[in-house]
């Protein structure tokens, strides 16, 4: 079974800084963190930032654009959301996303998601 894991997340003042940290854990060796997405009260999920499996391109949210920076270390099954000049609008619950091809012959991936982590900007 796959298990995905988000950390990080607190309460900050604007302008402030967080780093989430995503560890994912199964027994398959095609198992990757393929980005963030987040979720404000009474608002739909929306992506954050995501990647493609080789990690080539990372696109991100344009809310978030020269604030947030993805990175992945796919040794060790983790990534990572560093946020900068976080503003109010940034409150939500921070979601990380995995995929994971389980058997040999798969070709399309399983989707997982961790239980999430709150972040709440304000004054």
């Known amino acids: 079974q796959v298990q995905v894991v988000e950390s990080g997340g607190g309460s900050v003042q604007p302008g402030g800084s967080l780093r989430l940290s995503c560890a994912a854990s199964?027994?398959?060796?095609?198992?990757?963190?393929m980005g963030w997405y987040r979720q404000a009260p009474g608002k739909q999920r929306e992506l954050v930032a995501s990647?493609?499996?080789?990690?080539?391109?990372?696109n991100y949210a344009d809310s978030v654009k020269g604030r947030f920076a993805f990175s992945r270390d796919n040794a060790k099954r983790t990534a990572y959301l560093q946020m900068n000049s976080l503003k109010p609008e940034d409150t939500a619950v921070y979601y990380c996303?995995?995929?994971?091809?389980?058997?040999?012959?798969?070709?399309?991936?399983?989707?997982?998601w961790g239980q999430g982590t709150q972040v709440t900007v304000s004054s």
């Open positions: 996303n995995a995929k994971a091809f389980l058997t040999t012959w798969s070709t399309r991936p399983n989707d997982y």
């Open positions: 199964g027994t398959t060796p095609r198992l990757y963190v």
């Open positions: 990647t493609s499996f080789g990690g080539t391109t990372t």
